[in-house]
């Protein structure tokens, strides 16, 4: 694990938190919500490394307040009902965030999220299928600091719902992890992108009836992925800069 950073990354676990109180099969696996799950793994591996918060999508702003924005370093995206109930407002607000710095891991069904089709630019659907296969994640980036301490080859899901391609996203900057299926698709997994200053990692893994989140390999990748994304000092300018006086003379 890396040494201790002067400061701890604070990271916003984003929520819609809507099957977990709707549906009973859900509620068994993830009582309290995805978010808890996903905070209480991340700080058993990272420990005072981080400040995890959580946000949801009832709470005014869906609980991102410019105050909560600008203390991000790495957010971390799941939705999956409610996509449209996401304000464009905070949308908007969440990618210029991402442009400026802040880290984003997008999970799962958060592929259809507003948010990552604005910074992807192209309509990031899939094929898809719930039967709880197997799924087979195999490491295509070996060394990469996202799979540090993953051993093996691939690591290996007993239960899952299939993703398959194509999946409509541009070209990732590094692909980490390609899916293989029980019932015979394939799907890359694991995906960075930059945008900006921020570097955006998509990770599948992770539907809402199956207990995904507490295997700790899958925790281990998104502990690894925060301290990745982590925003890094540096000057980000969104605005156009009109330089009337050179540098140096002009003949
Ligand atoms: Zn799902």
Redesign the pocket.
Known sequence: MPTANASPCRVTIWNEFIHERSNADVKKIYRDGIHVALQSSIESQLGNLVEVHCATLDEPEHGLTDEVLATTDVMLWWG?AGHDQVSDEVVAKVHQKVLGGMGLIVL??GHGSKVFQRLMGTGCMLRWREAGEVERLWITAPGHPILSGIEGDYVELPET?MYGEHFDIPEPDELLLISWFEGGEVFRSGCTFRRGQGKIFYFRPG??TYPIYYDPRVGRILANAVLWARRQDGSYTHDARHIPEPLNPIR
């Open positions: 999956h799962h069904s719902e539907h809402e």
